[in-house]
C-alpha cells in the first residue's frame, strides 16, 4: 500500500509498510491426521483385564452400537471376558423422576466405598427422546464426588427406546465392569414408574426410592414395581418433610403386606433417609448386606443369577429375531409398502403385519 506521507514533501515524517499477518496455525504442525488405532478384540480384553478405564469405555461403546461389525467383536469381548465376570454384588436402583436417584446414588457410592473398598461402576440410563431420539446423559453431573473418585467408573448410556428403564446392552456392560475389576455394580434406571422388570431381571438387590406423598396402601394392590422391590427407601426425610416421610414410610409398610412373601423368603423393609444431607445412609446399606447375607446362606442369590441367564438367553434370541427381520433386504422392502398400505387404509395394521411375516417365514425355506 502507498503512503502518501512518505512523499519525499514531507520531511521528518515516514509510515512503515508494517508485516504481512500472521497465521493463527504453528506452520511446524504436521497437518497429517494420526489414523486412531484400531483395536482387536485381544486388545481390548487385555486392556479391560487390567483396568484401563479409556478401553473399557470404548468397549461399552462398541457393545452399544447397532453397527454389525462392532456387534461381531463385541461379542467376542463379551464371550472371552465372561470368565472373568459374576464377581460383584449388583444393585438397581429405580423410583420417579425427580426422587433424587443420580444425587442418592452419588452418596450411596461414597458410602459404600468407604465402608465396604472395592471399585464401583455406576451405569447411570438416561432416557431419550421419543421426538429427536437423542439423550442429555446428565446423571454425571449430580455425582460430584463419586465423579472424581479414583475407584469409580460413570458411564451413562441412552435407553434408545427399550422397554424396562434399562438400555439393552446393560446386562452385557456389567459383564465387562466386572471383568475390569469391578465389584460394585450400581443400574440407575430411567425411572417409568411400573416396568422396571429388564432391570429386577439383572440384579441382586432392587432399591426402589420414592417420595412422600406418592401413594397409600392402595399401590399394594397394584403390584407392579412395588412387587419387585427388596427394599423401599424414601427421600428427603429433612427438614419440614420429615412426618410426610414418615407417614408415608407407614403406608408403603401397609401396602406391602397384602403381598405374598417374595420367592427369596426376604420380607422387603421400608427405611427414610436424606440423600442431599446424607441422612439414614448407613441403615440402608446396613439392609442391602444384610438381605445380601441372606439370599447367599439361603442359596436363593446363585438361584436367581441363574433364572437371570436363562431370561436374558430368551431376550437376546427375540432380539436377534427382530434385527434379522428388519435388517432383511426383502423384507425392508416391502415394508414401505405395507406401511403405505394402512396409512391408506386398505388393509388392517394386522393384515399388514401377517403378510410381512409370511413372506419371512417363506424366505428361510
Known sequence: MEHPENNPEYAG????????PVSSVNPHLNRQRFARRHLTASDYVEGILKGNITILGQAVTLVESTIPE???IAQEVIEKCLPYSGNSVRIGISGVPGAG???SIDEFGIHVLKEY???LAVLAIDPSSERTKGSILGDKTRMEKLSVHPDSFIRPSPSAGSLGGVARKTRETIILCEAAGFDKI????????QSETACHSMVDFFLLIQLAGTGDELQGIKRGIMEMADGIIINKCDGNNVDKCQLAATHFRNALQLFPLPESGWAPQVLTYSGFYGYGIKEVWDMVYSYLDFVKKSGYFDYRR??????WM?????????????????IADMLQAAEQGVLNGERTSFVAAKQLLDAYFALLH
Do not use: D, W
Not at 186 to 193: L, N, P, Q, R, S
Not at 306 to 311: G, S
Not at 320 to 329: A, D, K, T, V
Open 70 to 72: 462392532h456387534q461381531v
Open 117 to 119: 473398598g472395592g471399585r
Open 186 to 193: 450400581f443400574v440407575e434406571t430411567v425411572g417409568v414408574g
Open 13 to 20: 515524517l515516514t509510515v512503515n509498510s508494517g508485516v504481512a
Open 306 to 311: 441363574a433364572e437371570q441367564a436363562k431370561y
Open 314 to 330: 430368551y431376550e437376546s434370541i427375540n432380539e436377534q429375531l427382530m434385527g434379522n427381520f428388519y435388517h432383511n433386504p426383502t
Open 101 to 103: 436417584k443420580s444425587t
